[in-house]
């Protein structure tokens, strides 16, 4: 992980999933699992940054990959090939990241996501909820008859209204509610410009 990210991750600006505090436990995340179902399980350990990426934690992490698994044209948004994401979520599962505000003022989000049932999150600021309980729309298309991959149909969540945030360091905590099976690729966090009317 460090090899590629120091945090702590600045907004505006786009929070990776995959590189969510360390910390262990409690800490950095909960994750019911024992292990990790990506790394280490369905990516062979061989040696690679990718496939062995944070095998030691119980988050389950994989990445994206070519020859129809995540570059498809069922995608809404189509994710860069080789990203790193967090899978495998559960209801009541949560990742936590530092975060840097460069000032102070309300920001919106979009999460780039897959979830072949639908389901719900929740983003919390210094545990504090940011945002109500989001619903996350399904990404299942019955066009694809390929069943593994709808969990491989990505789209982009926004309009996510975060804030006001105060200017400094927090932690943003991202909270699997309802559902499960879902994936997170990432954050993406911009000031809101709202339009005064007189």
Not at 165 to 193: C, K, P, Q
Request: one cysteine or more; charged letters at 20%.
């Amino acid at each position: 992980m460090d090899e590629v990210f120091a945090g702590p991750h600045t907004i505006p600006g786009r929070i990776l999933c995959a590189y969510f505090d360390r910390g262990g436990e409690g800490v950095a995340y909960h994750e019911a699992a024992e292990r990790n179902h990506g790394s280490g399980e369905l990516n062979p350990l061989d040696g690679s940054y990718l496939n062995g990426f944070r095998a030691d934690e119980p988050v389950g992490t994989s990445f994206t990959k070519g020859e129809g698994i995540d570059d498809h044209g069922y995608n809404v948004c189509a994710p860069p090939m080789g990203m790193l994401y967090v899978g495998w979520t559960s209801p009541g599962n949560w990742i936590r990241f530092t975060v840097e505000v460069a000032s102070t003022a309300s920001y919106t989000a979009s999460l780039l996501y897959t979830a072949p049932r639908g389901g719900a999150i929740a983003i919390a600021v210094d545990d504090d909820r940011a945002a109500e309980e989001i619903e996350v729309p399904s990404t299942y298309d019955p066009a694809d008859e390929i069943d593994w991959r709808q969990a491989h149909h990505w789209s982009l969540l926004s309009g996510i209204r975060l804030g006001p945030l105060a200017a400094g360091v927090h932690t943003l905590t991202l909270h699997t509610v309802a559902e499960g099976g879902m994936n997170y690729g990432w954050i993406d966090v911009s000031r809101l410009f709202e339009v005064n009317r007189a």
